[in-house]
């Protein structure tokens, strides 16, 4: 039994790891905003193409960025959850996420 639980750790700190190198992006506003992130939810970058940015109308580009940002953080949640349920079988493990 004691093997078998440092067997599920020892995967699952694998799976954690593979996370940090895992990316997904999200795109909104027809590509005006990009966000990239890793699975352990760390923004590596956003991108901005210049037609969206109007002096005039900040709040535009404001709504982009929240939206793009949120639909990245969701997409890598599930690639987390995907990828740590593979390692556990679909056992909650309390603290885990």
């Known amino acids: 039994m004691l093997r078998q639980a440092q067997q599920l750790q020892a995967r699952l700190a694998k799976a954690q790891e593979e996370l940090e190198n895992d990316v997904v992006e999200s795109s909104v506003g027809g590509g005006a905003v990009k966000v990239v992130i890793t699975g ?5 970058s956003i991108e901005i193409s210049p037609e969206a940015v109007n002096p ?3 709040e535009i580009l404001q709504d982009l960025v929240i939206a793009a940002t949120n639909e990245a953080i969701d997409k890598a949640q599930d690639l987390a959850q995907t990828r740590l349920n593979a390692v556990t079988g679909g056992m909650k493990i309390p603290g885990l996420m």
């Open 40 to 44: 352990r939810l760390k923004i590596r």
């Open 56 to 58: 005039e109308d900040v």
